[in-house]
């Protein structure tokens, strides 16, 4: 069974200073892990993935995540916060255990980010 | 079309109706699913389809719940006898093949059951 931990429900950060959000999975393959970004009353958007190419991933608007199978992890960082990435994000693991596909999400960190 | 498009993208019905929520994929993606989120919460899987078929609806949570799709393309959510626990956003998502490729999600739909 596939699962995905995202170690933080709220994350504040100053304009300009770097943002982490942390994201850890469980996956019994060799899982493919996306990133989500929701703003306020509008569709999910993909920011990036990683699906065993290159460990480190970049995405849009700055955002880049490092996949480290050792520490079975995949956080999100960004070196400088803008007052826009101000949203939830969302951290989803995606295997094909069992045949499937389901796109499993982490519970969403909610980023605030403060002049 | 150009995205995922879903209807109605807002509902308001009483306890015990039945309601059907629609979801049309982005043309040629085989793959499509649907997700629960209440409010100030995450995402909750609720079934997934490859064509027509379903090889997971684990995430259903009463058999008030169904599902279909037909034509490989539009789906149908439908919850009978709507309780006050199913107001929640419903999203739909489509991808182009199972595996590693982007799942684009509609806008959802608002469902409040008063």
């Known amino acids: 069974a596939q699962s995905v931990t995202q170690l933080d429900s709220h994350v504040s950060v100053s304009e300009g200073t770097p943002v982490l959000l942390r994201c850890n999975y469980s996956s019994s393959y060799s899982p493919s892990l996306f990133w989500y970004v929701q703003h306020p009353n509008k569709g999910l958007q993909l920011l990036l993935k990683?699906?065993?190419?290159?460990?480190l991933v970049k995405g849009i608007n700055g955002f880049e995540a490092e996949f480290k199978k050792s520490e079975t992890s995949f956080h999100l960082t960004k070196p400088s916060a803008h007052m826009s990435d101000a949203a939830e994000y969302f951290c989803v693991v995606s295997d094909r255990a069992g045949g499937g596909n389901k796109l499993t999400f982490g519970t969403g960190t909610q980023l605030k980010v403060e002049l | 079309g150009a995205g995922v498009s879903q209807s109605p993208s807002n509902k308001v019905t009483e306890k015990g109706k039945d309601v059907e929520l629609r979801c049309d994929p982005i043309s040629g993606h085989t793959a499509l699913y649907w997700y629960r989120q209440r409010l100030g919460q995450g995402l909750e899987f609720l079934i997934y389809f490859q064509g027509n078929s379903a090889p997971d609806k684990s995430g259903l949570p009463s058999d008030r719940f169904s599902a279909e799709r037909t034509g490989g393309s539009v789906s149908t959510l439908t919850i009978q006898r709507t309780q006050q626990e199913d107001s929640a956003v419903y999203l739909c998502?489509?991808?182009?093949?199972?595996?590693?490729?982007?799942?684009?999600f509609g806008q959802g739909t608002r469902l409040t059951v008063v």
């Open positions: 990683y699906t065993s190419a290159a460990t």
């Open positions: 998502a489509s991808s182009l093949r199972e595996g590693e490729s982007e799942a684009f």
